[in-house]
T-cell receptor, first 111, second 116 residues
Framework: NAGVTQTPKFQVLKTGQSMTLQCAQDMNHEYMSWYRQDPGMGLRLIHYSVGAGITDQGEVPNGYNVSRSTTEDFPLRLLSAAPSQTSVYFC??????????FGQGTRLTVV | GENVEQHPSTLSVQEGDSAVIKCTYSDSASNYFPWYKQELGKRPQLIIDIRSNVGEKKDQRIAVTLNKTAKHFSLHITETQPEDSAVYFCAALLFMFSGGYNKLIFGAGTRLAVHP
């Protein structure tokens, strides 16, 4: 049981590049979410999903896309990276919407 | 929009002293309030939570209090130790009655430093 696994752990992108942050969980959790963590801003919800095929926007969804084709995976796509997207990204999963078991995080730098 | 405000942003205490972190929320329908601890370079982890049917909950040296009328809740750490040094986040579950799904919204965090 690996829990919530995020890849990569570190990534540097050039402005305008695209990439996908991967998140996988092996706990059969229905709820999955993506947060970004910035100094002084706490953890802000980007997108979340309540099950396969169902996603919804969080507090800061602009510039990010998600899909949930399986229960296990919830990838986060940056279509055209911007320096403002430099952040630490956390994926979380749970059985209930009031829980959050976090992955180890992905530190993304956009130059 | 709905939000969670957390104060102070930084807190410095001497070992053995108490530390208190306060949060306010705007959604009066919220009924679940967890606290997370994030050590340097690690993931946030749940340390204690409280539901709206109780006013206080304790777990060894940590406790959480809730005032639903005033819409605020607090984390209390007694007899602080250097290993308590971390960033602490409060959160509240927001109910999306107008559509969408219930969401867990976090405060901005408090960086606690416990000095020996």
């Amino acid at each position: 049981n690996a829990g919530v696994t995020q890849t990569p752990k570190f990534q540097v992108l050039k402005t305008g590049q695209s990439m996908t942050l991967q998140c996988a969980q092996d706990m059969n959790h229905e709820y999955m979410s993506w947060y970004r963590q910035d100094p002084g801003m706490g953890l802000r919800l980007i997108h979340y999903s309540v099950g396969a095929g169902i996603t919804d926007q969080g507090e800061v969804p602009n510039g990010y896309n998600v899909s949930r084709s399986t229960t296990e995976d919830f990838p986060l796509r940056l279509l055209s990276a911007a320096p403002s997207q430099t952040s630490v990204y956390f994926c979380a999963s749970s059985y209930r919407p009031d829980e959050a078991f976090f992955g180890q995080g992905t530190r993304l730098t956009v130059v | 929009g709905e939000n969670v405000e957390q104060h102070p942003s930084t807190l410095s205490v001497q070992e053995g002293d108490s530390a208190v972190i306060k949060c306010t929320y705007s959604d009066s329908a919220s009924n679940y309030f967890p606290w997370y601890k994030q050590e340097l370079g690690k993931r946030p982890q749940l340390i204690i939570d409280i539901r709206s049917n109780v006013g206080e909950k304790k777990d060894q040296r940590i406790a959480v209090t809730l005032n639903k009328t005033a819409k605020h809740f607090s984390l209390h750490i007694t007899e602080t130790q250097p290993e308590d040094s971390a960033v602490y986040f409060c959160a509240a579950l927001l109910f999306m009655f107008s559509g969408g799904y219930n969401k867990l919204i976090f405060g901005a965090g408090t960086r606690l430093a416990v000095h020996p």
